[in-house]
């Protein structure tokens, strides 16, 4: 098993920055992605940002040149760096990992990313206002 919690979340102005946290614990040797992904009020999950075993990652259109995956993440933790947030960023953000060695490089997250992610964390909200 997989265990994911989330941290970071907040409140902030539009044009703010926040920066989220998972940590994960278990069986980590195994977890080769790790995903960001969002579900604002009364709508879908959708992905946010993926990085893989590779280290490669991709983003959501919506995000792109405004949150970062660093690459250099502190062993078992994946931050996601958001920067220049919007109202439409207003969310609850998840992290979630899944086991095998799958490519996230290619800029933009494929559609439905979340369908592969077998484990969760529990979420973290996220309010910007305008």
């Known amino acids: 098993q997989v265990q994911l919690v989330e941290s970071g979340g907040g409140s902030v102005q539009a044009g703010g920055s926040l920066r989220l946290s998972c940590a994960v614990s278990?069986?980590?040797?195994?977890?080769?992605?790790i995903g960001w992904f969002r579900q604002p009020p009364g709508k879908e999950r959708e992905g946010v940002a993926i990085?893989?075993?590779?280290?490669?990652?991709c983003y959501a259109n919506s995000v792109k040149g405004r949150f970062t995956i660093p690459k250099d993440n502190a062993k078992n933790t994946v931050t996601l760096q958001m920067n220049n947030l919007k109202p439409e960023d207003t969310a609850v953000y998840y992290c979630?990992?899944?086991?095998?060695?799958?490519?996230?490089?290619?800029?933009?997250?494929?559609?439905?990313?979340?369908?592969?992610?077998?484990?969760w964390g529990q979420g973290t909200q996220v309010t910007v206002s305008s």
């Open positions: 979630a990992a899944k086991f095998g060695r799958e490519w996230y490089g290619g800029g933009t997250c494929p559609p439905r990313a979340q369908d592969d992610f077998a484990y």
């Open positions: 278990g069986y980590t040797n195994s977890v080769h992605s």
């Open positions: 990085i893989d075993a590779y280290a490669d990652t």
